[in-house]
């Protein structure tokens, strides 16, 4: 089983999706959780390499209903090691 790291970032609804674009530019995320104040999952989808673009459409249209009706929320970014 492959190692990985995670990092945390907190933001606000209106910075969600600008920030979930940004991890995956970076291209080296292989999956994103999106947590509420409740640290319940609102959200989970892996991101491959080559999945940019029409595969990636559906999630973006999701985290961006997420940011709507998020305050704030929790961004955990898995990493290979």
């Not at 029409?54 to 290979?80: D, Y």
């Amino acid at each position: 089983m492959e190692e990985t790291n995670r990092e945390y970032f907190r933001v606000s609804g209106d910075e969600l999706l600008s920030k979930v674009k940004e991890i995956i530019r970076e291209g080296n995320a292989t999956r994103i959780i999106i947590k509420n104040e409740k640290d319940e999952t609102l959200m989970e989808f892996p991101v491959t390499i080559g999945a940019l673009g029409v595969v990636l459409a559906p999630a973006f249209a999701a985290v961006g209903t997420i940011a709507a009706l998020a305050m704030k929320c929790t961004i955990i970014v898995e990493k290979k090691k």
